[in-house]
């Protein structure tokens, strides 16, 4: 057989070949084998130091557009193999298992936020949501905090004094350039809505609050809070307690209970800690609650009358009580989390596990 004759056999031999690949995988042998390193055309291109010289130039040129024709028709068969996925233009085979679709789930914190929110709900509470970049008047002067308080302090805060003058200069603003900073308390909503709606009022107030604390097990510089505010003529201390305690019935059953130790915040005058009974042990003492039977979830007492008058609302006509619970904490205790970081982290494994 003549050269010409063995190139044109090759030819269709290969063409045919590639035009009858019925999958990509298949394409890509029949790629090695005609046009790889040792393939069929690398072998025509060794034979040409074997012919005459007289003969080498054309065979050559032969060797050359039978590689470009058979690369041609190789970039075709892929482009079609890749449109019809592999299979023949409306081929489905029903033997094949299902892909069942990927279920997301909520997240722990929005889990238990959703289940405290409507707990409150069930009370009379509305939800209240307001910025989480704020002035100093909302997260410090009206709840009671004095210029001299160390809650005050820089390193206590996230102080954003360049987004402060850049608003002030763009609102073409003069005098004193007030540094704006991230909230550190969800208090402030609460100070926002007793200036914008009169009493009576219950409301509760969830989102995110930000402190520069060093990032470990228990502490993290971004955590959530939810804090509830009741305002009305005569509620008194035993009202506060009773909201806590049927909040704690709904939450943990019908054998909770609640206990408020004194303590002290600068917007609330009396204050107190609230503890729940350990919905674990009961009261008996585990791991859970440190073998103290009670396990501590926030602050609480009734509005200090400085509050009030900061936002213009008569102290001598209306009280008010109000408490706060870290949300990441109570999670942490429902679900036996060992670290507060897995919240940030992103591990799917991790998120799985609250489906």
């Known amino acids: 057989m003549s050269a010409s004759n063995d190139l044109e056999s090759t030819e269709r031999e290969a063409l045919s070949a590639l035009e009858a690949a019925p999958s990509l995988d298949a394409l890509e042998e029949l790629r090695v084998r005609i046009l790889g390193r040792k ?106 905090i004095a210029p001299e308080h160390p809650a005050r302090d820089p390193a206590e805060n996230f102080y954003l004094e360049e987004t402060a003058a850049a608003a002030a200069a763009a609102a073409g603003g003069g005098g004193e350039r007030e540094p704006l900073l991230l909230r550190s308390q969800t208090s402030t909503i609460q100070i926002r809505v007793l200036m914008s709606q009169p009493p009576p009022l219950r409301v509760v107030a969830p989102g995110k609050v930000f402190r520069p604390d060093t990032v470990d097990a228990t502490h993290h510089f971004q955590f959530h809070q939810v804090e509830g505010l009741a305002v009305d003529e005569g509620l008194s201390f035993s009202d506060l307690k009773t909201c806590l305690l049927l909040f704690a019935k709904d939450m943990f059953g019908e054998d909770a209970r609640v206990r408020l ?92 596990q609250f489906e």
């Open 39 to 144: 393939g069929v055309v690398k072998g025509l291109v060794d034979r040409i130091k074997d012919l005459p010289a007289a003969e080498r130039g054309a065979y050559g040129q032969a060797v050359n557009r039978l590689k470009g024709a058979i690369e041609s028709a190789h970039r075709s068969r892929l482009e079609a193999l890749k449109l019809q996925g592999e299979e023949p233009q409306g081929f489905f085979d029903v033997t094949l298992p299902g892909v069942p679709p990927v279920r997301g789930s909520l997240h722990p914190l929005a889990r238990v936020t959703a289940e405290i929110l409507e707990t409150f709900g069930k009370l009379g509470f509305r939800v209240a949501r307001g910025p989480e970049v704020e002035r100093p008047f909302y997260n410090f002067d009206a709840l009671n």
């Open 261 to 352: 130790r004194p303590w002290t915040f600068p917007f609330t005058e009396p204050s107190a800690e609230m503890e729940f009974l350990c919905w674990v042990c009961h009261g008996k003492g585990c791991s859970l609650c440190k073998q103290m039977g009670w396990v501590e979830l926030g602050g609480c007492g009734m509005v200090d009358p400085n509050v009030f008058e900061a936002c213009g609302i008569d102290s001598e006509k209306y009280t008010g009580f109000a408490f706060g619970l870290g949300i990441e904490r109570l999670t942490m205790l429902r679900y036996g989390i060992r670290d507060i970081r897995l919240f940030t982290d992103n591990d799917v494994r991790f998120l799985e």
